[in-house]
């Protein structure tokens, strides 16, 4: 029953992608119902993917409070799950902070290291921009900051984001800059957020999902 029930929730998520980008069909507000209902169902069933791509929605789009909550709890989730543009947002999230997660430097620190080290561009990046600059309750550090410059530029080369569990080709790379481990050295050992998230009319245009990695 439970095996059923893993692939009713993987060919919807797949229904739901196919609404969501094929260009042909119309766009009208019925057709983005069914797709935001049906992401809204794999996100409750706890499909990984849409824990990240509708907490994105409803975190960045939703105007009520609750549903930014919502959203962030998705995100986080998904981001404990391992997948690797969910830990990206989970770093946003607790560097700017919200309703439900207020500003959290440390552990913004760690999600970006996380995701930095598994490929994520734009999370190298911004630890490269705090350790040059200061940012993020972190001290100036130069050698720290080519570490991440590193493996910013090896992510941004690389045709993609890796999915969750794949390793960057730039950790050798960025390993021979510095020595030691991300999650040690360069969060400064600071704690991981709790070990499980709970879980619990926003659209998206398409060119800000492609953003959000």
């Not at 200061?134 to 550090?141: A, I, N």
């Not at 050295?185 to 009319?201: F, H």
Request: proline content about 5%; some cysteine.
């Amino acid at each position: 029953m439970q095996q059923a029930s893993s692939l009713k929730t993987r060919l919807e998520y797949r229904l739901a992608q196919q609404l969501f980008h094929t260009r042909w069909l119309p766009r009208s507000p019925r057709t983005q119902r069914l797709t935001m209902r049906l992401f809204q169902r794999c996100a409750d069933a706890g499909h990984p993917a849409a824990l990240s791509l509708y907490g994105h929605m409803l975190f960045h789009r939703s105007r009520a409070p609750q549903d930014k909550a919502r959203g962030a709890r998705y995100v986080l989730q998904a981001a404990h799950g391992g997948d690797v543009r969910a830990q990206y947002q989970a770093g946003q999230i607790h560097e700017h902070g919200c309703a439900l997660y207020p500003a959290r430097h440390d552990h913004a620190v760690t999600w970006y290291a996380r995701a930095g080290e598994a490929g994520h561009a734009l999370a190298a990046a911004r630890l490269e921009r705090a350790y040059r600059d200061g940012e993020l309750s972190l001290p100036v550090d130069p050698e720290r900051a080519a570490y991440w410059a590193v493996l910013a530029s090896a992510g941004q080369a690389s045709s993609g984001q890796p999915s969750s569990g794949q390793a960057s080709s730039g950790q050798t790379l960025a390993r021979q800059a510095s020595p030691g481990s991300a999650n040690s050295a360069l969060a400064n050992g600071q704690p991981v957020p709790g070990q499980s998230a709970r879980q619990d009319g926003v659209t998206l245009d398409k060119a800000e999902a492609q953003q959000r990695h």
